[in-house]
């Protein structure tokens, strides 16, 4: 039996490029503003932000990838009742595709926080607008069109490495072999790079990066952006596995405003797993990335904001706190401050404390050797293939000096495990969570993480309820507007509630009277 090779684009094209009727526009209109464009002028440019996403109203746009020489491809012509967009214009990062007017071309424009309202306002339209975003990220991956070239051997471990950081991130890219590709000897002798340096990476606006780090390759294609220092959030999560994205998806759907932080992926060790057999609701099961690239978009769907990858150096002690406020450190020197603290961070997997182990990570090796315990003999093996079964550990050495307590193998300790009384989930410290592998005494499982995760939304309401100080027994204006809001925006304002939270910090002015007396007309209604 044959297996088909079909790409997505031809398996599932109506899919990819629907039509939106008359009706269904003029529903939408309120979510965006209309724009002209000339002809020959872009509406999108590989590896610069675009406006959003673009409903075509009249004229013809053409769409094409570009690849590492840059040549484009056509993909598609859209013309009236088209939309332009992948899930890039779902959270405002730089587009993967061109696209150009084919003479005059009139669009509807709706920016990436009233295009998740309009996802969330309008739940029909909204499926077969979100399903078409996630298709065609999927048609973009196939091809690695849009995203680096990374030139260097296939068996170099750095190369290996930069891959699986932008595999596991859901970003294309392509790979250039200088042994083989004539396109990659070109690139080497255009830019004069010495093959030591391999390999190199070429970024979608011409940036050369010589074998960078992760955190140079992600902000190189402004994977991550700078944090506002000025904002504070209600809540910060530390770890994007599935105990942090289902914390930040039942956070953002309940209008709190949420930033998720991890050092390098998101999904955790559950996005790394080939195959998950046992998750409910999956009976032919699913990868690992896959379960968690949909949280990870449902996450954006919200208003969720990502700093993936950007590490955590630490957290500060209470004492030298403004009250009611969690303050955050990261490795760049930027600074994070929110309300409330979720702790997600999971475990990380023992290593062998053996020099120069990083050469070998991801490469194949010829000699094994070790000592046998009790004779103390050395053994050598040939070996190409070495797997380490040692166990895991805690993530948790950015907590030091924290005030937060761990148990005697690292894992924090919660709710009546403390010596405080705190909330279930709660940690010594007042405003500080811990859910999913990092916790002491958690079930090491998926699913348990995951209700870990919607388990302490309910916990944060309770927290920020009491930070402001209100009578036992009542919920402050500001609360019952969020949790209002999340209801009213969609039929009303087509204001996000994210949207409304910011509004709320005073962080913006738009559309504010609108949405707060259409929650305050919901809830009395």
């Known amino acids: 039996m044959s ?28 979510f965006g503003t209309v724009r002209s464009y000339r002809a020959g002028e872009a509406l999108a440019k590989v590896g610069e932000i675009g406006p959003g996403l673009s409903i075509i109203l009249a004229g013809h746009v053409d769409v094409t990838l570009r690849d590492q020489t840059g040549r484009r491809t056509p993909i598609v ?40 309202a ?12 979100m399903r078409a975003l996630i298709l065609r990220r999927v048609a973009i991956l196939e091809t690695g069109a849009g995203g680096p070239v990374i030139i260097g051997r296939a068996e170099n471990g750095d190369v290996l490495r930069l891959q699986g950081f932008l595999r596991r991130n859901g970003h294309p890219y392509q790979r250039l072999d200088p042994a083989i590709d004539p396109d990659a000897k070109a690139l080497i002798e255009r830019f004069h790079v010495d093959p030591g ?19 140079e390759l992600a902000r190189c294609l402004r994977l991550v952006r700078p944090i506002d220092p000025k904002r504070v959030y209600d809540v910060a999560v530390v770890g994007a596995g599935p105990a942090g994205l289902a914390a930040a998806v039942y956070a953002g759907s309940e209008g709190l405003s949420v930033l998720v932080l991890d050092c390098r992926a998101f999904g955790g060790q559950a996005g790394a797993s080939a195959r998950i057999e046992n998750y409910l609701g999956f009976p ?30 630490g957290l500060d002690a209470a004492e030298d706190l403004v009250p009611q406020r969690i303050a955050l450190t990261l490795s760049s020197n930027e600074r994070v401050s929110a309300r409330c603290l979720v702790i997600a961070s999971g475990a990380r997997y023992r290593r062998l404390s053996i020099p120069n182990l990083e050469a070998f990570e ?15 003999e050395e053994v050598r093996r040939p070996v190409q293939h070495l797997f380490l079964f040692i166990g895991a550990e805690p993530n948790t050495d950015w907590l030091s000096g924290s005030g937060v307590a761990l148990d005697t193998k690292g894992f924090v300790l919660t709710g009546a ?27 090491k499982r998926v699913a348990a993480a995951v209700g870990e995760g919607a388990q302490v939304v309910a916990t944060l309401h309770a927290c920020l309820a009491a930070a402001e100080r209100v009578p036992t027994g009542h919920i402050s204006l500001r609360t019952r507007l969020r949790r209002a809001s999340t209801w009213a925006f969609s039929a009303t304002s087509g204001c996000s509630p994210s949207e409304v939270g910011r509004n709320m910090d005073g962080h913006k002015t738009f559309r504010w009277g609108e949405c707060v007396h259409a929650a305050l007309r919901r809830q009395r209604s």
């Open 3 to 30: 297996v088909s090779t079909q790409s997505i684009l031809d398996s599932r094209r109506h899919q990819l490029f629907p039509i939106l009727e008359p009706a269904e526009i003029e529903r939408v209109r309120r």
């Open 77 to 116: 012509s859209y013309g009236p009742g088209a939309f332009l967009g992948e899930l890039a214009q779902l959270s405002g990062r730089p587009a993967l595709v061109d696209a150009y007017a084919q003479g005059p071309v009139e669009a509807l424009i709706i920016l990436p926080e009233q295009l998740r």
């Open 118 to 129: 309009l996802l969330i306002a309008e739940a029909e339209l909204g499926e077969r607008i």
């Open 197 to 215: 340096q391999l390999p190199i990476v070429l970024c979608p606006d011409g940036q050369l990066l010589r074998n960078p780090s992760e955190n």
């Open 284 to 313: 032919t099961g699913i990868t690992g990335m896959a379960l968690m690239a949909r949280a990870y978009n449902q996450a954006q769907k919200f208003g969720v904001e990502t700093a993936i990858p950007d590490e955590v150096a």
């Open 362 to 376: 991801g490469v194949s090796v010829e000699t094994v050797c070790w000592r046998r315990g009790a004779s103390g």
């Open 417 to 443: 495990d403390t010596t405080n009384k705190r909330r279930p989930l709660e940690t010594s410290r007042r405003g500080v969570f811990a859910i999913g592998d990092v916790r002491s005494g958690s079930t």
